[in-house]
């Protein structure tokens, strides 16, 4: 009887379920994920189930062919991709460099890692949590370092619902008064032909470059394609609806079942929650200096707010800055300029995700 | 002398806070946009009376589309 199975390390899984379970419910912390999370940790922590056992468990199957075989992160990105409007990217392109900066928390938790004893993998792995991108995240973690993957995921999407209580300290602390009133000049408006290009062109230039990050890249900019395209709304509607709701529910249920006791229980795993939040601090920080920086050199200024959302949490970051724009000048209206960086930090976690497997596989 | 009311970004209509004949004064919220599941205000931009409202709740605008009209 599985009763007799149970151990001190499987009961405190099942509150670490239980808890997720709650927040997901009554405090609708990301529930479309931990949720399923939740749950998952659950039935990977009652004993003699065999759900997990390579080659016969349930759950394993879904795991093995859905994240091993890398199968669903690309798929969530070709709903992403579906999603997202390039708009407000192309209408100020210098606002990519916002994106890009906020990968600083990215490497400096890398490098962090290795000190702490954590191997190049793993390291990577821990660091790519501060992009607060939880489909990159479990990407790399299936590649580099699968033992981590449970704690790597449950701490991106963790910092993901926690983007407004994490962010806004440091960004009210590194910007003045008058520098979150700054009102930002609109961009030039972006054609329907423009939108259309930029996905055929951006995935030749980032593949060309970062071959490693084809498979996010690839289907990121197909998903774009089919929705700038406007003759497909039925696979723009379904990779936004339908296909990324299925491959949500797997991808949930098998991150959580990766967590039992003897691979989350152990000390690593508070260093993986603490480096992780430590990179999501930097990445927002660096984002905001960049901008305070692109200041000293231009007279058509930013909104040093906007650079915080250079992290990858869309739309949560660029919603930060709204709210935090509107509480400083109830009339600027940042959330568009926001989205700018936002999708930037996206692209870029992507990128830095590949980097690693290029330079660690 | 007429002056318009912007939208102030892209998104759908999510509520009408004036009528017409209504009279604003500056800085008074008139719409409320819903862009990416926020609800942002949109303000008269001077004193006046609601003399034209050109878009219903639940309509797609884009930045800098004529919501209303105030004399």
């Known amino acids: ?361 | 002398m007429a002056q318009e009311v912007l939208a102030a970004l892209s998104g759908n209509i999510w509520k009408v806070s004036v009528e017409v004949g209504d009279s604003v004064e500056e800085d008074d919220e008139v719409f409320v946009v819903e862009a990416l599941k926020m609800e942002i205000p949109v303000y008269a931009p001077c004193d006046g009376t609601i003399s034209e409202i050109k878009v219903k709740k639940g309509d797609a605008v884009e930045e800098d589309d004529v919501l209303a009209v105030i004399e």
């Open chain 1, 1 to 361: 009887m599985g009763v007799f199975a149970v151990t001190p390390g499987t009961a405190v899984m099942w509150l670490i379920s239980l808890t997720l379970i709650y927040l997901a419910i009554s405090k609708k912390y990301e529930p479309l994920l931990l949720l399923p999370i939740g749950f998952g940790i659950l039935l990977a922590n009652l004993p003699l189930t065999g759900l997990m056992v390579p080659g016969e468990g349930l759950i394993w199957r879904f795991y093995h062919y859905g994240i091993e075989w890398e199968v669903i992160p690309p798929l969530i990105f070709l709903g992403l991709g579906a999603l997202t409007d390039f708009g407000p990217l192309l209408s100020q392109p210098r606002l990519i460099f916002l994106g890009a900066a906020a990968q600083a928390g990215v490497y400096v938790t890398f490098f962090a890692a290795t000190s702490f004893g954590f191997t190049l993998e793993e390291a990577a792995t821990i660091g790519i949590i501060g992009g607060a991108d939880g489909p990159t995240t479990i990407f790399l973690a299936a590649k580099l370092a699968p033992q981590l993957l449970g704690a790597c995921a449950v701490a991106a999407y963790s910092y993901m619902a926690l983007v407004p209580i994490i962010q806004p300290p440091i960004m009210r602390l590194l910007t003045t008064g008058n520098e979150r009133r700054i009102r930002m000049k609109k961009g030039r408006k972006i054609g329907a032909r423009e939108k259309l290009f930029f996905p055929i062109a951006a995935t030749i230039v980032i593949i060309l470059l970062v071959p490693a990050s084809a498979p996010l890249i690839a289907m990121f900019m197909l998903g774009n394609l089919f929705r700038e395209s406007k003759v497909v709304d039925r696979l723009t509607d379904a990779a936004q609806n339908s296909l990324m709701n299925i491959v949500t529910i797997f991808l949930g249920i098998s991150v959580g079942a990766t967590m039992n006791a003897e691979n989350f229980l152990r000390k690593d795993v508070l260093f993986i929650f603490f480096l992780g939040l430590v990179a999501f601090i930097i990445g927002t920080a660096t984002g905001v200096i960049l901008a305070k920086i692109m200041n000293l050199f231009t007279s058509n200024k930013i909104n040093p707010l906007i650079g915080g959302a250079g992290v990858s949490a869309v739309p949560m970051a660029a919603r930060v800055v709204q709210r935090m724009g509107v509480e400083a000048d109830k009339k600027n209206n940042l959330l568009m300029f926001a989205m700018g960086p936002n999708i930037a930090g996206v692209i870029g976690t992507v990128i830095a995700a590949g980097i690693f497997l290029t330079l660690l596989k």
